[in-house]
């Protein structure tokens, strides 16, 4: 609980403060986790892809606008986040082909009935969720670089960087991907993070896994073949893994959007960050929920282990699954009474801390030095942007 001093006027210490989050260190998948250069060298673009063909349809499109160009800054902001949305949409495409609602919406894909069958073991209406973050996904980067063009900005394209090999299960769609689902390493703090009462990361605290196996090694969160639809444990730990990185993935987009908009100096742009940030929150509030209703089970190919998180040694109220609202916390000083807050919001090194945490996710796994110094240094502009600087 809080231990703030009801009307205090007195300034906070050092102590009471937010610790730094640095923006050095970006590691590659090995060499990236040390950061280097800027180039990109281009590769094959795959033009049929669902992201390839969104972006088509932004070029072009709308009239200038009367607002004038855009700060460096702000072009840099909105230019992280649009690579980020590109990013997500690819993944949530993955997922969608396999257990999602293929339409006009969300093409691609023909489903995976026994995969679907096991996400919808925890919510009848999975395929319909999974459509419709897909969907959200593709239009906030198609929104984001029609708006970057619109503003003299440079729209961000990854299709140089569309290099790597998804799943060959039955409904997979069977073309390069930006992301890989298939080696994924989750990492589940969040979980206890929204629950606790007197911690915050922007205070630089630290949070114990809900689900500690999944930061172990490295997992599919869809099959790979169709070897992986058998045996039963091994497609349900399957699904658990996608159960338990939808949520991990939104919780990022939802600090990372207020974040940055810390930074913002435009009112447009501004209001561009609140408008979509939200909608991440919507996302991670749903998928948060989902998680907990994920069944306990050892995958026995891999031993991976799902457990009950409403028995010892889990339980309480920092794992109890039923607890989906954000809990009271500290924010700003621990002088200050504890709010319902998101965590973090704290902006030192947000864009860079944001590429550090999906490549550790493992997303990236496979992708090329070129795609890692791009993608850092977009990071590297967005973190060095100034509210009216």
Do not use: C
């Amino acid at each position: 609980m809080s231990n703030a001093g009801s009307g205090s006027t007195d300034k906070p210490t050092q102590a009471d403060m937010p610790a730094d989050q640095s923006s050095d260190g970006v590691t590659s998948r090995r060499s990236f986790l040390a950061g280097a250069g800027v180039a990109a060298v281009g590769v094959g673009v795959l033009a049929d892809s669902p992201v390839a063909a969104a972006r088509g349809r932004i070029r072009h499109s709308g009239s200038r606008r009367a607002h004038g160009r855009l700060t460096r800054g702000d072009e840099a902001i909105l230019r992280f986040v649009a690579a980020a949305e590109t990013l997500e949409a690819d993944f949530w495409q993955q997922y969608n082909e396999l257990a999602g609602v293929q339409d006009s919406e969300v093409p691609g894909g023909s489903g995976n009935p026994a995969y679907t069958a096991a996400l919808s073991a925890l919510d009848d209406d999975m395929p319909q969720y999974i459509h419709d973050n897909t969907d959200d996904e593709i239009t906030h980067f198609t929104f984001l670089n029609a708006y970057l063009e619109s503003r003299g900005g440079r729209p961000v394209d990854l299709e140089p960087f569309r290099t790597l090999d998804g799943s060959t299960a039955t409904g997979a769609q069977g073309i390069k991907r930006l992301t890989n689902l298939m080696q994924l390493t989750v990492d589940t703090t969040w979980y206890t993070r929204y629950r606790s009462d007197s911690k915050n990361p922007d205070f630089g605290d630290s949070f114990p896994p809900a689900v500690p196996g999944l930061l172990q090694g490295q997992f599919p969160a869809i099959p790979r073949t169709d070897a992986d639809l058998a045996p039963v444990d091994h497609l349900t730990a399957i699904a658990n893994t996608a159960a338990w990185h939808f949520p991990t993935i939104e919780q990022g987009g939802n600090s990372l959007y207020p974040q940055l908009a810390q930074r913002a100096t435009d009112a447009e742009v501004l209001r561009v960050l609140l408008s979509i940030g939200p909608t991440e929150t919507m996302h991670f509030q749903t998928w948060h929920d989902i998680a907990g209703d994920t069944p306990a089970v050892t995958d026995p190919t891999n031993g991976l282990v799902f457990p009950d998180l409403n028995a010892p040694p889990f339980g309480g109220e920092l794992f109890q699954t039923n607890l989906i609202m954000p809990e009271p916390t500290i924010f700003l000083s621990r002088k200050l009474p504890i709010v319902s807050i998101i965590r973090p919001t704290e902006t030192q090194g947000a864009a860079m801390g944001a590429l550090q945490f999906l490549t550790a996710d493992g997303l990236f796994q496979g992708q090329s030095q070129d795609f890692f110094r791009f993608m850092e240094e977009l990071a590297r502009e967005a973190d060095r942007a100034q509210r009216f600087g």
